[in-house]
């Protein structure tokens, strides 16, 4: 079954007069990771979620929200971001034939994502402002009733993103011992803690990694100075037993290397947040541990370049390939 509400209508927030906005989304991989599960004396396993149609796990909220939305016949969707939610709201407001709105921190959203929601025919308006600023003007225009709002604030985008705690537990048969990921907003520290306990099969130990600096990290995706779910996310992570980790951006970026070098996995460096928070927590040896990596690394290639050796130039030559390479 393809995308979130086909596969888990009945524990959505939807009816058979829900009109289905979906690109398929959601039942993404959750890959072992031998070698760094090697290096934490745990069974380590990545849930794969830039593997959405759009590159992030906003996908996984935005077709219950832009189902809804439609549902309830607004014209046009709104939200502010640093570039994810911007670009899942532009795809499905695309595939519902609505307008999409969306607000980004001027100079702050990666080249992919403004081109993405461009791409994907949202009016794209960057505010000169922080990511917080462009929350606040959004919501404003949400509560003028000119647009509605589809950040995570929308309380269908939480239930649509419960649903990747429903996917672990049925791969895993029962939930992990521990569940890492990253916290930017919050939204999803709450979808997961929801998801594990409606699943009922047990709750994780939930580890968080926020950025030290939130105002400035190179992690665009978390940058974020105040949170809009700061006091429910950290309420489930106290709750479960877990904790916030304040992650300096260098740990960020080794989290985010090892990733790519030792698992093939290219995410995008908020993404690796939650592994840089296992690598400072305390983990019984050979618990089972689920690493959320929330988006793809093709949405940060300036990262991905700045942080790669140059490429090596070279005549059609064999031996001067050879030599070049060795
Ligand atoms: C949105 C996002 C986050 C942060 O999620 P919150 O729900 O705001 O905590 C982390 N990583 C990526 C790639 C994101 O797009």
């Keep these: 079954m393809h995308g979130v509400i086909a596969r888990y209508r009945d524990r959505l927030p939807v009816t058979a007069a829900t009109p289905v906005v979906s690109l398929g989304e959601g039942s993404t991989p959750l890959l072992a990771a031998?070698?760094?599960?090697?290096?934490?004396?745990?069974?380590?396993y990545l849930k794969w979620e830039g593997a959405n149609p759009t590159g992030?796990?906003?996908?996984?909220?935005?077709?219950?929200?832009?189902?809804k939305a439609l549902e309830?016949?607004?014209?046009?969707?709104?939200?502010?971001?640093?570039?994810?939610?911007?670009?899942?709201?532009?795809?499905?407001?695309?595939?519902?034939?609505?307008?999409?709105?969306?607000?980004?921190?001027?100079?702050?959203?990666?080249?992919?994502?403004?081109?993405?929601?461009?791409?994907?025919?949202?009016?794209?308006?960057?505010?000169?402002?922080?990511?917080?600023?462009?929350l606040v003007a959004a919501r404003t225009l949400d509560e003028r009733g000119t647009h509605v709002l589809v950040n995570s604030l929308n309380p269908h985008r939480i239930e649509g993103q419960k649903t990747a705690a429903f996917e672990i537990v049925e791969e895993l048969g029962g939930a992990p011992d521990v569940l890492a990921l990253p916290y930017g907003g919050g939204g999803n520290v709450r979808a997961y803690a929801r998801g594990f306990a409606e699943a009922a099969a047990g709750s994780p130990l939930l580890v968080a990694g926020e950025a030290a600096e939130r105002a400035t990290t190179l992690a665009s995706a978390i940058r974020i100075a105040e949170p809009a779910h700061a006091d429910e996310a950290t309420r489930a992570v106290r709750e479960s037993g877990g904790r916030v980790a304040s992650l300096p951006d260098e740990e960020i970026l080794q989290a985010w290397r090892d990733l790519a070098r030792e698992e093939g996995v290219l995410c995008e460096p908020s993404s690796a947040a939650g592994l840089a928070a296992l690598g400072r927590a305390e983990l019984a040896p050979g618990a089972r541990v689920v690493c959320v990596l929330t988006g793809h690394g093709l949405k940060d290639s300036e990262t991905a370049a700045r942080e790669s050796a140059e490429p090596i130039v070279v005549d059609p030559d064999p031996d001067a390939i050879a030599e070049a390479s060795s």
Excluded: W
């Excluded at 031998?34 to 380590?44: A, I, N």
């Excluded at 570039?83 to 695309?94: K, L």
């Excluded at 992919?112 to 791409?119: D, E, R, T």
């Design 34 to 44: 031998p070698r760094l599960s090697d290096r934490l004396g745990v069974e380590l």
């Design 56 to 67: 992030s796990f906003k996908d996984r909220g935005m077709t219950v929200a832009m189902s």
């Design 72 to 134: 309830a016949g607004v014209a046009a969707v709104i939200c502010a971001s640093t570039g994810n939610t911007a670009a899942s709201a532009a795809a499905y407001a695309a595939r519902a034939g609505l307008q999409a709105l969306v607000l980004q921190p001027h100079g702050a959203v990666t080249g992919a994502k403004v081109a993405q929601a461009g791409a994907l025919g949202a009016r794209v308006v960057q505010v000169r402002g922080s990511f917080d600023q462009a």
